[in-house]
């Protein structure tokens, strides 16, 4: 993808042509658009249209082959109201996605729990497991959600220490769980008391 950002940066300034218009998500600003005018490459065996987002102007490459776009689409909802060091790696876990990267997202996934606990009074340098352990005891997963943390926990241990490559379905698990978790620790009850975070 490098190289066709390069062709982009050479291709820009001979003008843009007319092309067939597809729907698609920019990865950018996370709109769902279907531009029609922007550069096409051939690489012998791809047919790759880069189009500009008409709404931030960044440029979206498209694989009409595979239909996928690059950057991808981000997965997950946003959250609101969530502390700088959450949001950060919540970021990241989404961004990885969206860069095909699943088992870092992943990896990510599990770190952010972690951080969780931490950021709500669990001490700094225990084992995952206790982690875990204080964010149930102290009834910040949702009823019937444990389950859903021991699957990240045990998708997690899997990136972290076996050779093994996860997928993009699995991934899509563990962010669809993240942020319902966040949103049941941080946006809901800022929402209630007022103090929601912008």
């Known amino acids: 993808m490098k190289s066709i950002y390069k062709d982009y940066c050479k291709l820009k300034y001979n003008g843009e042509i007319e092309l067939t218009s597809h729907s698609i998500e920019c990865g950018f600003c996370g709109n769902k658009v279907a531009p ?30 595979s239909e996928e776009t690059f950057p991808g ?7 609101k109201g969530l502390p700088e060091n959450i949001q950060t790696l919540y970021d990241e876990c989404r ?15 599990r770190t952010l729990l972690m951080h969780i606990a931490v950021e709500q009074g669990a001490k700094e340098g225990e084992t995952f497991a206790k982690y875990i352990d204080y964010l149930d005891n ?19 241990n899997v990136a972290n220490h076996e050779i093994i490559i ?22 809901l009850p800022n929402e209630m008391s007022g103090d929601e975070k912008s």
């Not at 689409?73 to 959250?79: D, L, S, T």
């Not at 961004?95 to 996934?109: D, H, L, P, V």
């Open 95 to 109: 961004t990885n996605y969206s860069n095909k990267c699943y088992t870092s997202s992943q990896m990510i996934a």
């Open 73 to 79: 689409a981000m997965y997950g909802r946003e959250v």
């Open 36 to 65: 029609n005018t922007g550069y096409y490459l051939n690489s012998g065996y791809e047919d790759i249209y880069i189009y500009k987002c008409p709404q931030c102007s960044n440029p979206i490459i498209y694989n009409s082959n």
């Open 166 to 187: 996860k997928e993009k379905e699995e991934t899509e698990k563990v962010i669809t769980f993240l942020s319902s978790l966040l949103l049941f620790i941080y946006e």
């Open 138 to 156: 102290n009834h910040y997963i949702p009823p019937n959600g444990k389950d859903w943390v021991d699957f990240i926990r045990k998708s997690g």
